[in-house]
Nanobody, 121 residues
C-alpha cells in the first residue's frame, strides 16, 4: 500500500493550498483517512480525519474553519484544502489510512511520505 501526498509548497500568509493524497495498493473506501503534520522540532500533530463515506470530518481546533478534508473514493484520493494559511501552519503534512476513527497517529496503519508546506509571513 502506498500513499503519495502532493501539493505542498511555499505560500504567503493568508493564501491557500490544496494537498492531495493518492493511494495505491488498496481501495480506500474501507478506510478512515487522516491528515497529520509535523513542524520542525515538534511532535507529529493530528490535523483532521474523514470517515469512510465522507460525510463526517473532525479537525484540531487550530485549523477549524480554515481546513477542509474531502475524499473521492472513485479516484482513491483524499484532499486537504487549506485556506487562510498562517506561518504556524508550516510543517510537513502526512496523510494516513486506518480502520477506525482516530485522532492519534497510532490509530492509523498506512502512511504517506509527507509534503512540505511553508507559510511565509
Amino acid at each position: 500500500v502506498q500513499l503519495q501526498a502532493s501539493g505542498g509548497g511555499l505560500v504567503q500568509a493568508g493564501g491557500s493550498l490544496r494537498l492531495s493524497c493518492a493511494v495505491s495498493g488498496r481501495t480506500i473506501s474501507s478506510n478512515v483517512m487522516g491528515w497529520f503534520r509535523q513542524a520542525p522540532g515538534k511532535e507529529r500533530e493530528f490535523v483532521g480525519y474523514i470517515n469512510r463515506s465522507g460525510d463526517s470530518t473532525n479537525y484540531v481546533d487550530s485549523v477549524k474553519g480554515r481546513f477542509t478534508i474531502s475524499r473521492d473514493n472513485a479516484k482513491n484520493t483524499v484532499y486537504l484544502q487549506m485556506n487562510s494559511l498562517k506561518p504556524e501552519d508550516t510543517a510537513v503534512y502526512y496523510c494516513a489510512a486506518g480502520f477506525v476513527i482516530a485522532m492519534t497517529a497510532n490509530g492509523y496503519v498506512y502512511w504517506g511520505q509527507g509534503t512540505l508546506v511553508t507559510v511565509s509571513s
